[in-house]
């Protein structure tokens, strides 16, 4: 095992935190919000969708003793702050928000294996820690919701989570267990950007 399953993992949720910071951060300046409200709104997506994982397993809120995931949060928060031309010339939300979706698929996947829970708990919490926090901010900026409006979002980490299980189940390399989930996540996500692909949507008769 040439990387520690641990530090691996730490190392994940921190650039989860930076990016859904920035990925909250660059529509709030588009909001012309204040540097305040630029600074909140960069704050849920980092670590709302963990905080809600972590109260529905009965754990203690990580962020309450994790100073280092609110540094890294305020990093992404300033960084969309300071170069708002930069970020928007690339257009990088949605792919930014696609790399975040998939690194917090995994660790919210992972924390849920590594308490014991049942197989199938861990691809749903790690649903929940990668689309809670996107879901306050979109509301918040006053955008569709993307879990609501973008099919193919929630059901990628589902899938890329159930992956996870999978390859730690056949006895796979933790790290690699999670390197190959996090990729399932951002390539199913990023072919549903690319080629805008939908899941079916219900027949309506009235149509």
């Not at 529509?27 to 909140?40: E, H, I, Q, S, T």
């Not at 879901?135 to 996870?164: H, N, P, Q, W």
Request: aromatic share 10%; charged share 15%.
């Amino acid at each position: 095992m040439l990387i520690e399953p641990l530090i691996f993992l730490r190392a994940l949720d921190l650039v989860g935190v930076f990016v859904f910071a920035l990925s909250g951060g660059i529509p709030a300046v588009r909001k012309n919000m204040d540097v305040f409200g630029v600074l909140v709104v960069a704050f849920f997506p980092a670590v709302g969708g963990g905080t809600i994982r972590d109260l529905l397993l009965d754990q203690p809120v990580f962020w309450l003793t994790d100073p280092m995931s609110l540094l890294f949060a305020l990093l992404g928060g300033i960084c969309a702050l300071t170069a708002p031309n930069f970020w928007s010339r690339l257009k990088t939300v949605v792919w930014l928000d696609a790399i975040g979706l998939s690194l917090f698929s995994m660790v919210g996947a992972y924390k849920a294996y590594s308490l014991g829970h049942a197989a199938f708990v861990a691809p749903i919490m790690g649903a929940i820690t990668a689309t809670g926090g996107g879901v306050v901010r979109d509301l918040l900026c006053g955008r569709e919701v993307m879990l609501l409006k973008e099919d193919i979002y929630a059901t990628a980490s589902l899938i890329g989570g159930a992956v996870f299980i999978g390859c730690v189940i056949m006895g796979m390399d933790l790290v690699l267990c999670l390197i190959v989930g996090a990729s399932i996540v951002f390539v199913i996500r990023a072919c549903a950007i690319r080629f805008e692909l939908n899941l079916p949507r219900p027949f309506n008769k009235d149509h």
